[in-house]
Structures are given as C-alpha cells and as structure tokens.
C-alpha cells in the first residue's frame, strides 16, 4: 500500500500564497507518476498539475498556469504545489495523487493511490 499525506492548506486572502506538500510513503514502484487535484463543494474533482510519465515535463489546468507550480523532491518522496496568486475560486479540498501507469495525467480515473486532501480558503 502507498500513503499519500497532504499538508499545508489554510486559510488566505485573495492575492496570497500557500505552498502544499505531499508526503509519500509504502509500498514503492520503479515507476510512477504524481499529480494534484482539488473538490469544490458541490463540484467534481478536477485536474490541477501533474508530472509526465517521463518526469521530465509538467501539465497545469488553464485556469491555474503562471500561479501554480508542481515540484518534487524524489529523495524525500515528497511532491509539492506552490500556489501564487490566489483567487477565491481556488478554494476547494486539494489532494495529491499517485499513478502507476503512463498515460491519463488529466483524468482523475488513472489515479490509482489518494491522500486524504487538504483544504484551501482563499476569501475576497
């Protein structure tokens, strides 16, 4: 089993900056791939940044690129989203994710490992 722990969300004014980490521990895989998503009340899980199966590229939703960057530290098994520029309609429950297969880096489905998500406020 892989455990996926998420921290670091919080309460911020619109404008601010949050930065949350993902702590992955467990069962390892040669290969694999980590991603970021969030829930809104009321709304669908939705895509936010992920790394390509290769990890040598990163994919964001357009409603969030240019403010949020998705990093990593593979040493500490750590994976990162650094959120700038916050808007109110960012405000949701942020959860890492882990696949194990490449391919579906937008699609929620191809997900097979979730932390249990973090909560981002943003207010106006």
């Known amino acids: 089993q892989v455990q996926l722990v998420e921290s670091g969300g919080g309460l911020v004014q619109a404008g601010g900056s949050l930065r949350l980490s993902c702590a992955a521990s467990?069962?390892?895989?040669?290969?694999?791939?980590m991603g970021w998503f969030r829930q809104a009340p009321g709304k669908e899980r939705e895509f936010v940044a992920a790394?390509?199966?290769?990890?040598?590229?990163?994919y964001y939703a357009d409603s969030v690129k240019g403010r949020f960057t998705i990093s990593r530290d593979n040493a500490k098994n750590m994976v990162y989203l650094q959120m700038n520029s916050l808007k109110p309609e960012d405000t949701a429950v942020y959860y890492c994710?882990?696949?194990?297969?490449?391919?579906?880096?937008?699609?929620?489905?191809?997900?097979?490992?979730w932390g249990q998500g973090t909560q981002v406020t943003v207010s106006s």
């Open positions: 790394f390509s199966w290769t990890g040598d590229s990163t």
């Open positions: 467990g069962r390892t895989f040669s290969n694999y791939a």
């Open positions: 994710a882990l696949r194990r297969y490449a391919g579906g880096a937008y699609s929620a489905s191809h997900y097979d490992y």
